[in-house]
Structures are given as C-alpha cells and as structure tokens.
C-alpha cells in the first residue's frame, strides 16, 4: 500500500508547537488510475487497467465482490437452491418416490450460503492482492477535487490519491420508504433476511419486485407464512400485464398471499409482533407478522462522495449522471454499474467494464446505446425477459406479433411435471425479427438466453421455428412457440 507522502502545515507553526497529523495538508499520492468500488465492474477494471501497466488503486468500503457476491446473486440464488429442494421434497410423492417428514435447519442453509460467499470473495481479494501494479485499499472514499478523492483507513488515517482516470462503481443499497413508525419498528433488508438463524413465523414484505418475490416464495418453501403487499396493481411493474398475473397465480399456488393496490399506511410493534396498517380499495385492514422485509427499491451509494467538490451531476435520485460512453459530468470521470441508474443488474455492471476497457485501452468506440438487456428473475419457475415487453413495443407504435404458449404445452415440461408458466415472444411484423422475449418456466433464463442469441444474430422467428432442436429439450418448445403464432395470426 502507498505512503501518505510529503506534508506541509496548513499554518505557521512556531517552535514549540508540532503539528499533528490531521492538521497536515497532505500530498496526494498519484496513479493513474483509481477505482472507488469493487464490485462486478470495478474489480476486472482494475486488474485490466494494472495489466495494461495503468498504476490502479482500487477503493473499498468493505468487502470485495459487491453486492452480487455478498449480499445478492450468489447468497440469494445459493439459499434458493435449497428452497427449490424443500419445494421437491414436499412434492416427491407427485413422482412416485416417499419420504419422511420436512424439516428446515436455517442454520445450515445459513451456511451453506455463507461457505460459497466467503469462497468467492476471498478467491478474488486473494487475486487482487498478487496483482502487480495494483492497490487494494480498505476505506471510506470521498471527492477532494475533480481528479483526487480522500479515503478515510480503517485504522482511522486519511490518505488522498489523485489519478488521471477516476472510475466509480459505489453500487446501491436498500431504500426505506417513508411509513409512519418504521423507525421504530424492527426490518429486514435483502441483506439482513439471509442471517436469520430461524424461520420466521409471518413474514410481511412491502414490494412485489425482484427482492420481494424471490424471498417470498422462498421464505414460504422454508415454511413462513408470507404476505406481499404491493402498492401497484401487479407485480413487476416492467412486466406485461399477462406475465405478472402468472407470476402472482404461481406465488399464491405455493401459497403466498398477495395483495395488489395496497399501500402501507403505518406501522408498530404489539405484544411483540409487527402490526402493519394496510390499505385497499379504500378499506384499512391491520395485517400482524414476526417480521417485516422492506423491498421498495435501491439507492445510489453517491450520497457519501462528496461528488460536488468533482463537479459530477446526479438526477433527482441521486444516481450519477453519464453519457453512453459511461462518462459523466466530470472530464476523466466515470460511473460504472448500478450507481449510474437504468438496469441494475451484474451483467450489465460487467458490460460497462467492457465498454470502458475498450473504449480507453483499446481504442475503439463502444456504446451502451441499444444494448440488449436480458435478466432472470429467479422464483420457480424462474421468469427469462430480453428486449421489448409487449407494452414497449406498442407504446413505440410498432407493427407487431405476438407469439404465446402455455408451459403445458411443453413436452419436456410434462415429462418433469413442471408444467407452470408461459412463453411469449414479440415480434416485428414487416421484418420478423423477434423484438423480446418472456420466458416464464422451468429453467426459463436458459431459454430465454437462445432467444436472446438469435435477437444478437439477426435471426428471424423462422429461423427457430423451422430449427431442429433435440427431442425432448427445452430448446425444442421454440418451434411450438412460433408455429403458434402462425396458427393464429
């Protein structure tokens, strides 16, 4: 790790007085690069940049691997894993096979989950750490000027660095909505849940998003009763109409209860539960739990930057303001990931690394511009979107078709009775280039993901409705989706 540098007085001190270390201006330590966030973008940043012989220091608040590693993708998917076991285990006399009794021990799942993270994280701080020509430091990082940022050690000491290239990729964490008494009241967050040491009782969520759903069908396979209150009138809000009144039809199957066009009114603690005051439909009904999720959204990790001193512009959220080359208000400033707004999602966090890389070190001219966006929502049966939504497509006054199938229309859904779900595609009519995709079934990412490379290949829907798949895969269901759509025009 870098010295702190020369110093000089910030005033005249006589003879008799030595200054003491806080009242030094200290000399920024140069690089050529520094990077604040350590996250999907930020870590092959750096060992890129350092590759390249580019002198990094990468900044970290607290863990390497971001939220993906440590408190989103790889715990989250890693505990419902094993809810999808318990989902199996309750239903294998479905398939002819019986067994005992359930039962749950969250402290192993707990554990599980824990194992992996810590063996992803530390897997690649270990990496960064052997990288020549790269610094990993532990510290609050903060803007001193439009090329130089403070960080405040762990030991307490503050160090400033300065760099021709400044990369930002500080994430996002949970947002809290304002709810009367919720400053009172004991709540989970998409972190916090997953260190439960025992299954709660009555598990009360505010949010049908991401978060909401995934924990909620999971924490109802663990065996919590789970209640959803959602203050639209669907849930996934992004989603067409039809794919969110499947999801929510699949949910209440399992056995979560839903409720649409609710709004959170107050909430308090009695006799030791969660009293949480709900209105619907104009009526208010008093809904009590053992535990209260908040899953209403993200915000921008930017509020501790001190992005003013850089001249870096926010929009009316706090999220940083940058053009399609990732570049913000800021000359030689970037915003890399979910702290820029728009889809917050590791691959595209992962895609912004590789716009930068080529756009800096290769020479070319990259663009986040029309970019596909594919994401999964992992519930069971997990939801695979890519492109434009049916809604979108019309909104922008295209010419279109839409192609739809049942999942009980699917063989190899039938032969593993997992038969919930639809399919659905958009395509435009004049070109028949397929414009987006749903995949809501079994293993409906990896569907979605050969929709998604035909869209990347300018296929048309023929191409896949004419295409000789294996019998009996997935895969194979495309040709039915699109023989659908020719049958009815």
Known sequence: MPGTGGSVPNSPQSSAHIPSRTSLMVTPQQYDAIIIGSGQAGTPLATTLAQAGKRTALLEREHVGGTCVNEGCTPTKTMVASGRVAYL?????????????????????????????????????????????????FGDASFTGPRSVAVRLRDGTRQVFSAQWIFINAGTRASHPSLDGLDDVPSLDNASIMELDSVPAHLLILGGG??????????????????????????????????????????????????????????????????????????????????????????????????????????????????????????????????????????????????????????????????LVPYTLFIDPQLGRVGLTETEARAQGRNIRVAKLPMTSVARALEVDETRGLMKAVVDSATNQILGAAILGIEGGEVMSALEIAMMGKLPYTALRDGVFAHPTLAESLNNLFMAMDSNP
């Open 89 to 137: 285990a309750r239903r294998a006399a479905d398939y002819g096979v019986n067994t005992g009794a359930i039962s749950i021990d969250l402290g192993k799942v707990r554990q599980r989950k824990r194992d992996i993270v810590d063996s992803f994280r530390n897997g690649s701080q270990a990496r960064l750490e052997k990288a020549a020509n790269l610094d990993l430091i």
């Open 210 to 371: 991401y978060i909401g759903l995934e924990f909620g069908q999971l924490f109802r396979r663990l065996g919590s009763r789970v209640t959803i209150i959602q203050s639209a009138g669907q849930l996934l809000t992004g989603e067409d109409p039809d794919i969110a009144d499947e999801v929510a039809k699949i949910l209440r199957q399992d056995g979560v209860e839903i409720l649409l066009g609710a709004k959170a009114i107050r909430v308090s603690l009695s006799d030791g539960s969660i009293r949480l005051e709900v209105e619907q439909r104009g009526i208010s009904t008093p809904w009590v739990g053992s535990h209260l999720l908040i899953a209403t959204g993200r915000m921008p990790n930017s509020d501790t930057l001190n992005l003013a001193a850089a001249g870096i512009q926010t929009d009316d959220h706090g999220f940083i303001r940058v053009n399609d080359r990732l570049e913000t208000t800021a000359a030689g400033v970037y915003a890399l990931g979910d702290i820029k707004g728009g889809p917050g999602f590791t691959h595209i966090s992962y895609d912004d690394f590789r716009i930068v890389r080529a756009n800096l070190l290769e020479k070319k001219v990259a663009s986040i511009a029309n970019r």
